[in-house]
């Protein structure tokens, strides 16, 4: 069975910092390109950022750029988005997903896997 589960998620204070994990099963983990997105209630799903198979490449938008890092343990089959100096707006459903392409992956479409999701909120 294919799965990614995320954890990490909470809430915390403006100008705080949160880990986020996303452990996948059921696949060649080491061949997907891995992605975070986050999502408002009511709202369209928006790309956070993404990471090449490899680990050698990272794209982020613009609102978390040097703030948010993605990495990833390959050996631990896993994806990581540390965040830190967290903004109110920063509040959102975190989902971690996976894409078969060897390219820079923005759009959800572009990804076939995902995660169930994990709160985050910022108090400010």
């Known amino acids: 069975q294919v799965q990614l589960v995320e954890s990490g998620g909470g809430t915390v204070q403006a100008g705080g910092s949160l880990r986020l994990s996303c452990v996948a099963s059921?696949?060649?983990?080491?061949?997907?390109?891995m992605g975070w997105f986050r999502q408002d209630p009511g709202k369209e799903r928006i790309f956070v950022a993404t990471i090449h198979r490899s680990g050698t490449t990272t794209y982020s938008s613009d609102s978390v750029r040097g703030r948010f890092t993605i990495s990833r343990d390959n050996a631990k089959n896993t994806v990581y988005l540390q965040m830190n100096s967290l903004k109110a707006e920063d509040t959102a459903v975190y989902y971690c997903?996976?894409?078969?392409?060897?390219?820079?992956?923005?759009?959800?479409?572009?990804?076939?896997?995902w995660g169930q999701g994990t709160q985050v909120t910022v108090s400010s």
């Open positions: 997903a996976a894409s078969s392409s060897a390219w820079r992956a923005t759009e959800p479409q572009q990804y076939s896997v």
């Open positions: 059921g696949l060649t983990f080491s061949i997907y390109r």
